[in-house]
């Protein structure tokens, strides 16, 4: 078995690589149980969330049993973590044969959680953002702010980029961060202003009140919501699902899970047949994406563990062509 740690996972990955391939992995399908979400209770502090994420090839779809992946995604959320200066989701990816299920890989899960899922946003703007869009708001700076603003300026032509967070201080960092890769990107003070301002708002916080404020969405823009993945939480307000066309990565995650969802859906913002389509139906053409440049589109994503199966098969293959 193959031990595959981040900076191997860094090397052979890209993001329009990446993005197509997960444009094909929606086409084709794969088995996805419903993930397992376990609440970590902890003598002090916040408790911590535990994730079961399974997928497989869907053989009887693809006619062969021969080439197809099993894996499984492990990962804890903490959110004390982050006073402590350590990440707030850690995990481990466990990658087996398709036929024998003999294990392959373990790969780092943090790294591939960070690069599927802002790829998986990529992969959404592709159907859903503007063809001229231009500035990105990414709202959080954790680790996943700098994959989400790289994701999106490999799909669109990004020129502007703005980073808040609660903490300014951990905004300039990844403003600096990006800008040291040659980046036009400068932290936010106002975030009211920054969401009027710009094209894509890309969100990826652990909140419960909403940040993104539907009122202050302008014409065209697309909203980008990747944190919230409990229904305690969310990153947008009701108003914002309902100046919006919605669509999801996948239906189930999303009406059990996204608090963006879950809650306009309890409030009436959000109807479940107003739901237009989730990424399956944008990539197989079942469902149009964005019909016309003043409509505001919104995407939510709670993860999908097809998206972790993509990737890891994706870094496995590499590595196993290069030698590495």
């Known amino acids: 078995m193959r031990m595959i740690p981040a900076d191997e996972v860094d090397r052979c990955l890209n993001f329009p690589d990446l993005v197509e391939a997960l444009r094909e992995a929606f086409r084709a399908g794969a088995i996805q149980p419903t993930r397992h979400h376990h609440h970590v209770e902890k003598p002090d502090g916040a408790a911590s969330t535990l994730l079961l994420m399974p997928a497989w090839t869907d053989f009887a779809a693809a006619g062969s049993s021969e080439g197809g992946y099993v894996g499984v995604k492990v990962v804890t959320v903490s ?17 087996l044969d398709g036929r024998t299920c003999e294990p392959r890989a373990l790969i780092d899960g943090q790294r591939l959680t960070l690069w599927r899922t802002a790829a998986a946003s990529a992969l959404a703007a ?31 032509q990004i020129r502007e980029i703005r980073i808040w967070n609660r903490t300014a201080a951990n905004a300039e960092r990844i403003a600096e961060a990006l800008r040291q890769e040659g980046i036009a990107a400068v932290a936010s003070e106002n975030l009211d202003e920054s969401v009027g301002w710009a094209d894509i708002v890309s969100c990826a916080t652990i909140s419960s009140t909403a940040l993104v404020k539907g009122a202050l969405l302008k014409p065209g823009v697309h909203v980008d919501l990747v944190g919230a993945f409990t229904p305690a939480m969310r990153e947008s307000d009701d108003e914002a699902v309902r100046r919006a066309r919605v669509f999801v990565d996948t239906r189930a995650g999303a009406m059990k899970e996204a608090g963006d969802i879950v809650q306009a859906l309890e409030s009436g913002a959000l109807a479940e047949k107003d739901i237009v389509a989730d990424l399956a139906q944008l990539t197989r053409g079942e469902k149009a994406g964005r019909v016309s440049d003043g409509e505001i589109t919104l995407f939510k994503s709670v993860g999908a563990a097809l998206e972790d199966l993509c990737v890891g098969k994706l870094v496995f293959e590499r590595i196993g062509r290069s030698g590495g």
């Open 126 to 156: 592709t159907y859903l953002a503007r063809k001229d869009a231009s500035r990105l708001l990414v709202v959080g700076a954790g680790a996943l702010a700098p994959f989400l603003a790289r994701a999106h300026s490999a799909v669109r």
């Open 79 to 95: 959110p004390d973590n982050n006073a402590l200066g350590k990440p707030a989701v850690m995990g481990l990816y466990l990658l």
